[in-house]
């Protein structure tokens, strides 16, 4: 499996836009913060429990959703994290529904590789039409993805009144990019 697929399934997974529905109870808010804020900080599930103190299955209850833990906890939490508290029981959808925002992931010959609800719903075709179909050149999402891929940097388009499109480089473990995640918040 070459990385830019190992990068759509780990998004198709994690990712709550991804996702048709999505349980937004307190307990899957700590879940789903916790788990990304260690993963950006390429912290195992043993790293966290160590700084904290607890064992490692605590971390895992946590991040499966299913473990109610103390405010006592919940800031130590937050502490080891480097965050307050409050993001860790802040919303799911910082950006907005699946239904609102579109999300897709690209790669450099601009075939779509991944694409949201929100993206079906944006097109008006089914998500299996969908996945390895090419962006059209007159297409806004075309452009941003060639902006990320002349320039290897995020890129921020408003190529069509009123719509912003952020597109952000995806790369492999040498550095190159090898494709783009384009969102669009309607």
Aim: charged letters at 25%; a positive charge.
């Amino acid at each position: 499996m070459n990385e830019l697929a190992q990068y759509v399934k780990q998004v198709l997974k994690d990712d709550p836009l991804f996702l048709e529905t999505i349980d937004d109870s307190i307990e899957k808010r700590v879940a789903y913060h916790v788990k990304r804020l260690r993963k950006a900080l390429k912290l195992t599930q043993a790293d966290l429990a160590e700084k904290m103190g607890v064992k490692q299955p605590f971390v895992a209850r946590i991040e499966s959703g299913k473990n109610n833990i103390s405010i006592r906890k919940l800031a130590e939490l937050a502490q080891v994290l480097g965050v307050d508290p409050m993001d860790l029981v802040r919303p799911i959808y910082t950006l907005g529904h699946p239904d609102t925002v579109v999300r897709l992931i690209v790669n450099r010959r601009f075939r779509i590789m991944a694409v949201n609800p929100g993206g079906v719903r944006y097109f008006g075709r089914p998500q299996l039409e969908l996945v390895h179909t090419l962006l059209s050149h007159e297409s806004p999402f075309r452009r941003a993805a060639e902006q990320v891929f002349q320039t290897g940097e995020p890129a921020v388009a408003t190529p069509v009144e009123g719509m912003t499109i952020e597109a952000r480089p995806i790369r492999n473990g040498r550095g190159q990019v090898i494709g783009a995640e384009l969102t669009y918040v309607r």
